[in-house]
């Protein structure tokens, strides 16, 4: 089945809108409250993707970047985790 607009979130990586699932956003919030430092960005996938896209400045998609690649490699995320890491490296690569 699947998942309409309502279930989905969206995140703004640099102009690029990525689609999360409801299922990988709720993944991602527990991987961050897993990872010490990124309570505000916790609360922005919280808040903002609820009523618009999330947001992300360049710390934040670097930092983010980070924590997806080390999720990568621990080999847990789930596969709607690749679209927003693949934005964040294209995004970090244009400038």
Same mark, same amino acid.
Do not use: C, N, Y
């Given at each position: 089945?699947?998942?309409?607009?309502?279930?989905?979130?969206?995140?703004?990586?640099?102009?690029?809108?990525?689609?999360?699932?409801?299922r990988?956003?709720? &993944?991602?919030?527990?991987?961050?409250?897993?990872? /010490?430092?990124? =309570? @505000?960005?916790? *609360?922005?996938? !919280?808040?903002? +993707?609820?009523?618009? &896209?999330?947001?992300?400045?360049?710390?934040?998609? /670097?930092?983010? =970047? @980070?924590?997806? *690649?080390?999720? !990568?490699?621990? +080999?847990?995320?789930? &596969?709607?985790?690749?679209?927003?890491?693949?934005?964040?490296?294209?995004?970090?690569?244009?400038?």
């Amino acid at each position: 089945m699947e998942e309409s607009d309502l279930d989905r979130e969206l995140v703004d990586v640099a102009g690029e809108l990525v689609a999360l699932s409801r299922r990988d956003r709720d &993944a991602l919030l527990q991987e961050l409250a897993l990872t /010490a430092g990124h =309570r @505000a960005m916790r *609360e922005k996938f !919280e808040t903002a +993707g609820e009523h618009r &896209a999330v947001e992300l400045d360049r710390e934040e998609r /670097a930092e983010l =970047r @980070a924590t997806l *690649e080390a999720w !990568e490699r621990d +080999g847990l995320p789930p &596969a709607g985790i690749a679209p927003l890491l693949a934005a964040l490296v294209r995004a970090e690569q244009s400038g």
